[in-house]
Structures are given as C-alpha cells and as structure tokens.
T-cell receptor, first 116, second 114 residues
C-alpha cells in the first residue's frame, strides 16, 4: 500500500524568505503526486501535480515542487514567502492505474506559518 | 457559478442516529469521492464513485454508506455503526476516471455527534 510522509508538523519562515515543505512517498511503480493547500475550516485547493516529464513542476500562487525519484521526494517550494501563504499544506499520492483504490493517499499535513 | 457544494456546513446529531451529508457538483465530473479529516491525521478515503450507480469502498468504509443515483450527487450516510463519527467530512470530484486528474474539493461539513 502507498504512503506519504510529511516529516514536519510546522514550518516557520520569515516573509520574503524562501520556503520548503517536505514530502516523501512510498508507492509501487511511478506515482502521481499532488500538493494541496487548506485554509481554516475550508476545503482543499489544488496547487500542482507531477504526472510525468520535467521534474520541476510549477503551480498556483508561485509555488513549485521538485520530483526526485531516487529520494522518493516531492518537496514544495516558493522563492519568496508571503504572509498569505500561511495555511495547512498536504502532499498526496496515487499509484498509476491498476494499482489499488482510486482515491488519494494524503500525508498528515504541514502547518506553514509565515512571520511578518 | 460552478463548483462543489456541501450542506450543511455544521451538523449536530445524537449518538445512535443516522445522518446524511449532501454533496452536489455542477462541474460535469464523472468521479466523486468522500474523505474524512481528523486533526493531525490528514485525509482518509471513505468511498469513491467513478460512474452513476457504481461506487467502491475506500480505506475506512465501515459504518458509512453512499449512493450515486445522479452524476451530480454523491450523498454520504454516517450510520450508527460508525464508532467515532465526529470529524470534518470533505467531498471531492475529478473530471474523469484517470488518476492523473486533480480532485476538486467542496467546503466540507463538520459533524459533531454527542
């Protein structure tokens, strides 16, 4: 069965500094990887995904993520953090077709706090 | 205005009662999903449906039931058999069955059972 690990419960970054939210995964075959963001008491919003191709994926709101197959990682990054980026971030994985249930497997989430 | 709607936003029930959570989408998406979110545990898949009149169990289906009689609707019933029903429930949809498609989430329903 697939799994996702987000090793940091919380990440604190000063506004204007680069940010990284870490994610590692375990899945058979070549996975599809996703990042979502959740604001308080709201649903999840899609940020970006890796399906195939270029290992650096660009997404919404200036976020990007780097797929590293050898390290089984998919870290979320942004060059310059904004206070409005403060939220709960989820990494998710799904195996390719035929690899089990169709739903996403989520990490436990990382609280990102951007300090003014 | 397209999207996924979930109602109600907050729901309170007494232990032993069944309760149904609504999920409607006007995105013309084929696939729909139900997830449960608990603090510090991320989201876990309850049920999913790829087409009308078909649905599959996810990782934590015990104590839950669903139906998919219409493409745009995927209600979730939390039965009295669910031992710990208090949680935040999220409905999602994706444009097609393929796993490369991102899922779009509704605003959620917070269920409290006392």
């Amino acid at each position: 069965a697939q799994s996702v690990a987000q090793p940091e419960d919380q990440v604190n970054v000063a506004e204007g500094n680069p940010l990284t939210v870490k994610c590692t995964y375990s899945v058979s075959g070549n996975p599809y990887l996703f990042w979502y963001v959740q604001y308080p008491n709201r649903g999840l919003q899609f940020l970006l995904k890796y399906i195939t191709g270029d290992n650096l994926v660009k997404g919404s709101y200036g976020f990007e993520a780097e797929f590293n197959k050898s390290q089984t990682s998919f870290h979320l990054k942004k060059p310059s953090a904004l206070v409005s980026d403060s939220a709960l971030y989820f990494c998710a994985v799904i195996p390719p077709e035929g690899g089990g249930a169709d739903g996403l497997t989520f990490g436990k989430g990382t609280h990102l706090i951007i300090q003014p | 205005d397209g999207g996924i709607t979930q109602s109600p936003k907050y729901l309170f029930r007494k232990e032993g009662q069944n309760v149904t959570l609504s999920c409607e989408q006007n995105l013309n998406h084929d696939a729909m999903y139900w997830y449960r979110q608990d603090p510090g545990q991320g989201l876990r898949l309850i049920y999913y449906s790829q087409i009308v009149n078909d649905f599959q169990k996810g990782d934590i289906a015990e104590g839950y039931s669903v139906s998919r009689e219409k493409k745009e609707s995927f209600p979730l019933t939390v039965t009295s058999a669910q031992k710990n029903p208090t949680a935040f429930y999220l409905c999602a949809s994706s444009i097609a069955v393929g796993r490369s498609y991102e899922q779009y989430f509704g605003p959620g329903t917070r269920l409290t059972v006392t």
